[in-house]
């Protein structure tokens, strides 16, 4: 009997806040209070912003067993269950007529969550290890030790003839980053949908790694140079910092040094020197140009954060699709060439870059699963 009641209660809510059916003189007056509290864009604003911000592991260890003994009556449940909904995927659309204008107030919040600390480690002689944040793991290989905690995946090895011909690769998933420190101390920041091959141990001529995808390298100094291999030419360094976008079918290469000195040596044997604050492209006819530029457009990724200016909007769903793990859709190809500028957290509900687009733009997108479909209005 509880159930029906809470049943029709949660049904007469539901219909209330979509305008559907209006409270009654009789209505019962917390009913009537969460129907107002629901129906109001920056209430509902607020608590998802909240949302966003919740950590619900550490809530869940602080309240879990003092929430078991609470008795929580019929109306606030109604309500949990309605935000839970929200904070769920429910895309809640409502359209009200006022003096002959339109009002549209969209609620948006869908099972799309950006990307994560999680990786796929493949071992030279075929071990495959799943990585994330809680991974803690320690291996030990022909003289080499691999060790796997928060700070990443960091290689350690105390016999300097160890092998180097032993190669290992890491890859990072769409919707994943990953940190790794190879056995000579650089450090390696890797972007969702990228795969590192490298060597265990480095004791040769030359420290050689190949990427595919986007990586920032933080390069330990030595004498022996640090080559990092791609499909349209090799960097050569010594010791720097430096920034390497290298997705397979992407318009162009673009490598961004942030400090110290890099060699880039493409394809058709032309040598480029870069210095700080130069960015050196190379399309897919093997065009290349070199420019000043803020490398912090290109870096940003690695502190959390997205930054664009002036950029087109394929090239903008393109970082979106590998981090969120969506896939991008068309209806009208004029939309890609449009530009935008803007800087927001990596970690933002997917719905805040969709607000951003469309209340700045003509741009209409509608999401659909795990597709957004991107038109113009």
Same mark, same amino acid.
């Given at each position: ?123 030279? #002689? !075929?071990?495959?290890?799943? *990585?994330?944040? =809680?991974?803690?793991? @320690? /291996?030990? +290989?022909? $003289? ?123 394809? #058709? !044997?032309?040598?480029?020197? *870069?210095?700080? =604050?130069?960015?050196? @492209? /190379?399309? +897919?006819? $093997? ?91």
């Amino acid at each position: 009997m509880k159930w029906n009641t809470f049943s029709d209660k949660s049904e007469r809510l539901f219909r209330q806040i979509l305008g559907k059916e209006r409270g009654s003189s009789h209505e019962d007056a917390r009913l009537e209070y969460l129907v107002r509290k629901l129906s109001d864009k920056r209430y509902l604003r607020k608590k998802i912003e909240a949302q966003e911000r919740f950590d619900y592991l550490k809530a869940y260890h602080k309240n879990i067993a003092p929430a078991k003994a609470m008795r929580r009556g019929p109306y606030l449940k109604i309500a949990a269950a309605i935000l839970l909904l929200i904070g769920s995927g429910i895309f809640l659309y409502t359209r009200q007529q006022d003096n002959n204008e339109e009002y549209y107030n969209e609620i948006f919040l869908s099972n799309i969550h950006p990307g994560k600390q999680q990786a796929l480690l493949i071992t030279h #002689d !075929g071990q495959r290890i799943e *990585l994330n944040r =809680n991974t803690r793991q @320690t /291996i030990k +290989q022909n $003289g080499t030790r691999m060790q796997i905690d928060t700070a990443g995946l960091q290689y350690h090895t105390n016999d300097t003839t160890a092998p180097s011909s032993f190669r290992d690769t890491l890859v990072i998933p769409r919707g994943g980053e990953f940190t790794l420190t190879l056995q000579d101390g650089t450090k390696v920041w890797l972007n969702s949908d990228s795969r590192l091959t490298y060597p265990t141990n480095f004791n040769g001529t030359t420290r050689e790694v190949s990427i595919s995808g986007e990586a920032y390298f933080s390069v330990a100094r030595s004498d022996i140079p640090f080559i990092v291999k791609t499909d349209k030419g090799d960097i050569t360094v010594l010791g720097t910092e430096f920034n390497v976008n290298n997705y397979p079918g992407n318009r162009e290469t673009v490598t961004t040094l942030v400090n110290g000195k890099i060699a880039y040596l493409s394809p #058709d !044997g032309e040598k480029f020197v *870069l210095t700080p =604050n130069q960015q050196i @492209t /190379i399309n +897919q006819d $093997g065009q290349k140009e070199i420019k000043n530029v803020d490398t912090r457009y290109a870096t940003s990724w690695k502190n959390g954060m997205f930054l664009f200016q002036e950029m087109r909007l394929e090239d903008i769903m393109n970082q979106l699709e590998r981090w969120y793990d969506v896939q991008v859709c068309y209806t009208e190809e004029k939309a890609k060439d449009l530009h935008f500028s803007g800087d927001l957290s990596r970690f933002k509900n997917i719905g805040t870059f969709i607000e951003m687009f469309e209340k700045s733009s003509d741009i209409k997108i509608e999401i659909q699963g795990r597709k957004l479909i991107v038109g113009i209005q």
